[in-house]
């Protein structure tokens, strides 16, 4: 299979340059996993409200056991195939071109509604936390009735989009503007969770109920009371609740694979991407697993069962906004608040440079409009992508904020996991299919080369992980209307590339030729 350039591609060359070191590909990764206090934060608010018997932290280990395989599977084709596009290029020419337009196309809209999502979960979850927490921790009514206010339509509508446009600003308008604004979030995100993770760690389970006792009225045991007359009783832990709960661990971790997006825009790959995609979740796995434990110790299991079902104030109750009472020196209080206010946008920046890679992946085959490949001669960037990003990112804002769309039916935890299943298939066919170039990876000469055996591994951990997300309803959605939804976006992904191939074929240009072969670097 020749990896030289033809005519069929748009042109001989990507226009994409390798201005990404090993801590930029890093920063991709993690800009989009997005560790720390809003990690260890949404997945305790999750877990407890939609599982409620399981493990939290135990929850933690299993989602890294069933992301690490995959992990190395995406870190060992970034070494054989750095293009951007990844996985869609990966698997265009390792199993099929339309199966790989499937993928790339299924978790390109996964990535749109993540970063919708997140521009809503910012005015909806965010922002009312932050404000909250000054609010009472200072006692400034004000503050508090605007948390209340941030949620009503009209700021919901203006904050998100022009957090959308910033943040789209950040991922399309050049490599300088982009590793300063990742580097400035990482940093602050950093020290903050630092900062979080040492209060928790110091305060003890008696410490917090004293500390929170007359916290803007409430009590500890008022709390729980509350909750008990509305119905509930304290879950136990169980194992069959835990293993339930590791496909929202996943979740957690969803963005280690960022970086392999841009791997031909990455130096030193093999250094680089053993970073960005093994090394993130590694890190993500250790500050957010940290941030749980001792998020667990100090609320309690009964506490934080009782928020999800009976709470008053302002802001929902993650454990973010609970450690409040616990922040009494107001320089604290402010870091930690800041440091939670951020990680949104970083994470929507960073989502968003890897969703133009797919947009720009898709267009350099010519299944796209070919315009969408066109990098903008200052910044060196795909700077039409990113604008096309933005547009189909206020679609699923939109979605978020006004419909249940996203919460009832779209099952983006069930695509992920499908796309790594099609994408582990890859990996295990890669040496028999593409000898030559499964060649440039380690384990080569094995009997069955390594790349095959992590493949498998990978497959049978992603085929446990979408049974979990299409069959369990904590988890799903698993609804027969979703199961629809991801049927269709699965169909829609097959129809564009089915137009895309005869309307090029009525121009003379043959999309096998095309798949035939690599895109240039």
């Known amino acids: ?78 070494l054989a195939m750095p293009r951007s596009g990844g996985d869609y ?100 995100s950093v020290i903050a969770t630092i900062a979080s993770i040492a209060v928790l760690g110091s305060t003890t389970h008696a410490d917090f109920i004293n500390a ?95 928020v999800t079902v009976k709470w008053s104030l302002a802001p929902p109750p993650w454990p973010i906004f609970l450690m409040t009472p616990l922040l009494t020196n107001p320089v604290l209080l ?19 440079l890897v969703a133009t890679r797919y947009v720009f992946a898709f267009s350099f085959d010519r299944v796209f409009p070919v315009k969408l490949a066109d990098i903008n001669d200052r910044f060196h960037f795909p700077v039409k992508a990113a604008i096309a990003n933005f547009v189909g990112a206020c679609v699923f804002f939109a979605l978020a904020a006004f419909t249940p769309f996203l919460g009832l039916w779209l099952n983006s935890i069930a695509i992920a996991s499908l796309v790594w299943l099609v994408a582990s298939v890859a990996a295990i066919v890669l040496p028999f299919k593409m000898k030559g170039i499964a060649d440039l990876l380690p384990g080569k000469s094995w ?18 992980n979408f049974y979990w997300d299409a069959t369990t309803p904590a988890i799903g959605p698993s609804t027969f209307q979703a199961d629809l939804i991801l049927l269709g976006i699965m169909i829609a992904g097959i129809l564009v590339f089915t137009i895309s191939y005869f309307t090029r074929k009525s121009q003379g240009i043959d999309l096998r030729l095309v798949y035939a072969q690599l895109p240039p670097e």
Do not use: H
């Open 1 to 78: 299979m020749s990896t030289a350039p033809t005519k069929v591609f748009v042109r001989d060359a990507t226009g994409l340059v390798r201005q990404f070191s090993w801590f930029d590909a890093l920063m991709i990764s993690m800009a989009a996993i997005g560790p720390g206090i809003f990690g260890f934060s949404s997945q305790i608010a999750f877990v407890a409200s939609a599982d409620p018997n399981a493990d939290i932290l135990a929850t933690c280990y299993l989602g890294l056991a069933l992301s690490l395989p995959i992990a190395i599977v995406y870190w060992m084709m970034s």
């Open 447 to 464: 009997k069955v080369p390594l790349v095959s055996i992590v493949g498998f591994i990978s497959m049978v951990c992603m085929l446990a």
């Open 89 to 188: 290029v990966w698997v265009s020419r390792v199993l099929n071109p339309v199966i790989g337009f499937m993928v790339g196309w299924g978790f390109w809209i996964v990535i749109l509604s993540f970063v919708g999502s997140e521009a809503y979960l910012f005015s909806s979850t965010v922002l009312p936390i932050f404000l909250a927490s000054f609010g009472y921790g200072w006692n400034n009514p004000s503050l508090v009735n605007m948390a209340s206010a941030v949620t009503t339509t009209v700021p919901v509508l203006v904050i998100g989009i022009l957090l959308l446009i910033l943040t789209t600003s950040i991922a399309g308008f050049g490599a300088g503007i982009f590793k300063r604004s990742m580097a400035f979030f990482f940093v602050l």
């Open 212 to 306: 929170f006792n007359g916290f803007a009225g409430q009590t500890y045991n008022s709390i729980i009371s509350q909750a008990q007359a509305a119905g509930w009783t304290f879950s136990p832990i169980t194992l069959g609740g835990t293993l339930l709960g590791a496909p929202l661990a996943v979740v957690l971790f969803l963005g280690w694979n960022g970086a392999s997006a841009a791997a031909g825009e990455v130096r030193a790959v093999n250094r680089s991407m053993l970073y960005a995609l093994i090394g993130s979740l590694i890190v993500a796995f250790i500050i957010d697993g940290l941030g749980i434990m001792f998020s667990m110790n100090t609320f309690g299991y009964d506490f934080i069962q009782a």
């Open 334 to 352: 402010c870091l930690i608040q800041l440091g939670w206010l951020e990680v949104l946008p970083w994470s929507m920046a960073g989502w968003t």
